[in-house]
DNA sequence: TATAAACGTTTCTATGTCGAACCGTTCTAT
DNA sequence: ATAGAACGGTTCGACATAGAAACGTTTATA
């Protein structure tokens, strides 16, 4: 949720997940509010579009910051917006968020998945020490030795593809990738 | 976000995540609220402890509505909520928005994650490739074959022992918590 | 015995996002 | 030509959750 989604920026000030894709699109290439609307549904495959009422404005008060400038105002009346230099500043520190908000939304996966869980025990429970201890690893060591992580990295890719091949891939549609 | 972790319940009322998680802890026994709070934050290893500014409240206005009632107040004057009938047939719609919240969740996930890009292979990538397959299993098709079952299990259990062999174990244990 | 820590709860304000209503513009199909 | 859909944006109220302050109780410890 917000604690999860949301974080304190370095002045202090709270921050949501929008803020940090707005700056983070608008790095990679100038868009108007309506182009990030509609690149995050077709990226979520529709699980998720920002509400027009959060991100004009926040688009807005991200311009008052200095975060980012309109650029144009092209056609139709529309807004290009463009991330300053200030803006990538700050979204070179937001960033280091995003790593954490990933780990705490696993977390939180976990715990919806328990809700329609029931069964399936034994598979479950295996899966749950392999991820017991590689995260136990994790926070032990967090430097870990290439040679060790090859090791590590070799062992579950050869898991991974196994799995692949047992698994049938009837359940395809919804489709998968990135 | 709210679009993902909350949802209309038959009536029409908007329900957050922790409403569906309440029900579906009391229901495999009865808690009192902090017992829930502590329960979130060791489930998801500290990354998610629900304010008691929203738990309580919530608590109280499911009492109202009928979905739980208190069992007796204990010692420290503790309230231990226990879910009612109408609780669980409540809960029994409800659960089937976890399904949803999943699915848009991990859609989510690829969201932020494209922020911090990463190169594939790395460990934790790997890692969730491998449970994001294992979960789509078991959402596609509940009953598996006991032969295919055992085939997984085959496949985790070397994977495990593998794993075990590579991380040297002087990893003794000591804080948890992000 | 004093004190601090953990337990357990209440109340209040703040905030990120939603959703709906509303407005104007441009494209497209009939 | 006209209607409707898609584009592009504004404004405002609602809501789930956060976070902090405060308070009483029990347990552990110095």
């Given at each position: 949720?917000?604690?999860?989604l949301?974080?304190?920026?370095k002045?202090?000030?709270?921050?949501?997940?929008?803020?940090?894709?707005?700056?983070?699109?608008?790095?990679?290439?100038?868009?108007?509010?309506?182009?990030?609307?509609?690149?995050?549904?077709?990226?979520?495959?529709?699980?998720?579009?920002?509400?027009?009422?959060?991100?004009?404005?926040?688009?807005?008060?991200?311009k008052?910051?200095?975060?980012?400038?309109?650029?144009?105002?092209?056609?139709?009346?529309?807004?290009?917006?463009?991330?300053?230099?200030?803006?990538?500043?700050e979204?070179?520190?937001?960033?280091?968020?995003?790593?954490?908000?990933?780990?705490?939304?696993?977390?939180?996966?976990?715990?919806?998945?328990?809700?329609?869980?029931?069964?399936?025990?034994?598979?479950?429970?295996?899966?749950?020490?392999?991820?017991?201890?590689?995260?136990?690893?994790?926070?032990?060591?967090?430097?870990?030795?290439?040679?060790?992580k090859?090791?590590?990295?070799?062992?579950?890719?050869?898991?991974?593809?196994?799995?692949?091949?047992?698994?049938?891939?009837?359940?395809?549609e919804?489709?998968?990738?990135?």
């Open positions: 949720m917000a604690s999860i949301s974080f304190l920026d002045a202090g000030k709270s921050r949501g997940f929008l803020t940090l894709y707005l700056l983070n699109s608008l790095k990679e290439k100038p868009k108007s509010g309506y182009d990030i609307l509609i690149e995050i549904k077709e990226k979520t495959r529709g699980a998720w579009m920002p509400s027009k009422g959060t991100i004009y404005p926040l688009l807005k008060h991200l008052k910051e200095g975060f980012i400038t309109v650029k144009t105002t092209g056609q139709r009346s529309k807004s290009i917006f463009e991330i300053t230099l200030e803006g990538e500043k979204l070179l520190v937001m960033s280091k968020e995003a790593r954490k908000m990933h780990g705490k939304l696993m977390q939180f996966r976990d715990l919806i998945s328990s809700i329609f869980a029931e069964g399936q025990g034994d598979i479950a429970n295996l899966f749950f020490e392999i991820r017991d201890l590689l995260l136990d690893m994790r926070d032990s060591s967090p430097e870990l030795k290439t040679e060790k090859d090791e590590l990295i070799k062992i579950l890719e050869r898991c991974l593809s196994d799995l692949k091949r047992v698994v049938p891939m009837d359940r395809l919804g489709g998968r990738e990135v």
